[in-house]
């Protein structure tokens, strides 16, 4: 039986790590989200569908923090992840493994999610949003003549 974790909430979320910078897309809402240090490691951990303790051993291993502390600051950065609609339960990934620990521990912070809604509209009027399996922009296929 697998265990439980949670998923990006895929293909309406998209996201990106960039300098230790996660930064998030919700293209269903038009909200756009960051977070940094633990909250980009909590993610990146998420996308690969670590579960929770996995998640917690690994922000363990890079923040100088205890378990019991990151254990609770991670359910309420998952709750505030979910309460976004960016992640939802799944299930553990088999062959999903932690990320080599860094050699010295960082000063640790809690994950946080900053929200930011200054363009949703503009995000949700972009024509590539609405992208379809076969790409933007979906031109007409050439009409063959008889010959």
Known sequence: MAKRTWIVNSPSVVSEIIDGELVVMNLETGNYFSSVDSGALVW???????DPEAIVAAVVAAFDVQPAVAAQHLDVFVASLRAEK???DGDAAADASPAPAPATRAPYSAPALRVYSDMKDLLLLDPIHDVALEGWPSLPEPVKQAG
Request: charge should be positive.
């Open 44 to 50: 990146s951990c998420i996308d690969r569908r670590l």
């Open 86 to 88: 960016l992640v939802r």
